[in-house]
């Protein structure tokens, strides 16, 4: 059985829209919005110099890799990654079944003084460390940050839409998010000819950690969400979309109102390579994520003690990293 998401558009008759998007957000935590939003050719250039970046050889796609251990950006081998892990407390995971390259928020061009101690000492000198870029091909770098620079903006649209069906003013979240901390991946998963190992998956289990993500997928199956009895539900293709997911910023701020949804991409074996595209918007570093009032019944406490958007983010990224 798989689920059909509902498709909304952050540039057209927003207020039209309010009432279903809730209903999406505390159901599902997953929906639609149109490639539209951002320019054709941006997307399909940064698309295309993803899959040519895959297609170099390892010794040319390690010539960008992690240059120590918890770097947030550059390439990551097939099997470095165990998502699961970011969920999991004690429990052993199995490395994913994928390789990644990943940029940070360098490329917005903001330039941002991080030479104080308290910087330094918070770790957000650790999150605004240099993107890694390629020698090929020699457009991504170009590419690559306007894309960014579009999602970013698409992002935006969707946070101001979000406030208002919490009912809220729409500019609530822009002074959280005015020096977000946001980072854009492509997935890598290679075809799978062969028996997987016991347990291992293209993606393991996981919520996101930030405010929201926008995907891009190749139509190739596997996502999946977990639904609110532990069943795993399959998400349909819809050609001429991106997926939008809630990260855990946001669960925290609604007080669970909204579902930061766990999720997962699964393996068959004898299933073609999958390549997919992720903006992950995260709040500004010191933004403090609390329960919003809106989002508190009436004789009801929040559910999770305040915290800071970049440590939390921090320490979710620096426990993947797969044994």
């Known amino acids: 059985m798989a689920t059909r998401l509902e498709i909304f558009d952050p540039t057209g008759d927003v207020d039209g829209q309010l009432e279903a998007l809730d209903q999406a957000c505390r159901t599902v935590g997953f929906f639609r919005i149109p490639f539209e939003v951002v ?7 940064a698309w295309r110099d993803a899959r040519d970046f895959f297609a170099l050889s390892p010794e040319d796609k390690s010539q960008v890799g992690f240059p120590e251990a918890g770097y947030p950006y550059g390439y990551s081998p097939f099997a470095y990654e165990a998502l699961a892990a970011s969920t999991a407390d004690d429990r052993p995971t199995v490395a994913d079944l994928k390789e990644s390259f990943s940029v940070g928020p360098d490329c917005l061009g903001t330039v941002i003084d991080l030479t104080d101690s308290a910087a330094e000492a918070s770790g957000e000198a650790w999150l605004r460390s240099p993107s890694l870029w390629p020698d090929e091909p020699v457009t991504m770098r170009d590419t690559w940050a306007a894309a960014f620079r579009a999602f970013s903006n698409v ?13 809220l003013p729409s500019d609530h979240f822009d002074s959280l998010v005015d020096r977000h901390s946001s980072a854009m991946r492509v997935n890598h998963y290679p075809a799978i000819d062969e028996p997987v190992p016991d347990g291992a998956l293209r993606a393991g ?30 998400v349909d293709d819809e050609p001429g979309t991106f997926v939008v997911n809630l990260g855990d910023s946001i669960a925290q701020w609604t007080n669970d ?21 992720a903006f992950f918007h995260m709040a500004n570093w010191d933004a403090k994520i609390e329960c919003l009032p809106s989002c508190l019944e009436p004789g009801e406490r929040p559910r999770y003690e305040p915290v800071l958007a970049g440590p939390w983010l921090m320490t979710k990224f620096q426990r993947t990293v797969a044994s």
């Open 39 to 45: 320019d054709q050719e941006i997307r399909n250039n």
């Open 155 to 167: 992002a935006a649209d969707l946070l101001s839409m979000m406030a208002l069906a919490l009912e």
């Open 205 to 234: 289990p996981h919520s996101d950690y930030g405010t929201l993500t926008i995907l891009r997928t190749d139509g190739v199956a596997g996502l999946e969400v977990q639904a609110r009895d532990g069943s795993w539900v399959a």
């Open 257 to 277: 109102r909204w579902r930061s949804t766990v999720h997962r991409v699964t393996p068959v074996a004898g299933e073609r390579a999958r390549m997919s595209m």
